[in-house]
């Protein structure tokens, strides 16, 4: 045997961890909804989030968080690993690189998202209002844009809502980091 097939070791003698541009996350004490609105609010705080699936399996929830590379993932998982969504230890992330390097969302929901493609409602509500739906390029959302303090510089953890008191739209409490 040449040994390819075993498994990479660190300095320390243990198994490293293959890197993926795309993280899996798995939420524990989810005591409040998790949707890719709320996970892309904190994962974009480390850089452009492309894709985001949430699914069940086996009891729990998890998500795939897909960056266009390594690097961001790398820095987004360092940051975030362990951390809490919300206040008081509820949806704690678990952080892992995931196998896949490019999502496949077919969906718009609050279950998955493909932020690599225009915002069809959006292009459907413009073309209503008269202005063109044809987006120029390196067209971004404007609506996530305004919702989540324009990317990079803005609060990452300040959840859309109109209610003075911080409480998102569906009445749970904003992201928190902590």
């Not at 243990?14 to 609105?37: H, P, R």
């Not at 987004?76 to 896949?100: P, Q, W």
């Not at 496949?104 to 063109?132: C, E, H, I, W």
Request: aromatic letters at 10%; glycine letters at 12%; one cysteine or more.
């Amino acid at each position: 045997m040449d040994g390819s097939m075993q498994p990479a070791l660190g300095a320390d003698g243990k198994k490293v961890e293959s890197q993926s541009n795309v993280l899996l996350g798995l939420i524990e004490n989810m005591q409040y909804a998790v949707t890719v609105d709320v996970l892309h609010t904190v994962f974009s705080a480390y850089g452009a989030v492309q894709k985001i699936a949430i699914f069940e399996k086996n009891g729990s929830t998890q998500a795939l968080i897909q960056y266009s590379d390594i690097a961001t993932a790398a820095i987004a998982k360092g940051a975030l690993e362990g951390h809490c969504i919300y206040d008081g230890g509820y949806c704690k992330l678990r952080l892992s690189y995931s196998r896949h390097t490019d999502l496949n969302v077919k969906a718009f929901s609050d279950k998955s998202r493909d932020y690599t493609l225009p915002d069809l409602s959006l292009m459907v509500a413009q073309k209503a209002a008269g202005v063109s739906a044809s987006a120029p390029a390196g067209w971004q959302n404007p609506q996530v844009q305004t919702q989540y303090g324009g990317g990079y510089g803005g609060s990452p953890y300040m959840y859309p809502s109109s209610d003075p008191n911080g409480a998102s739209p569906s009445g749970h409490p904003p992201p928190y980091y902590g």
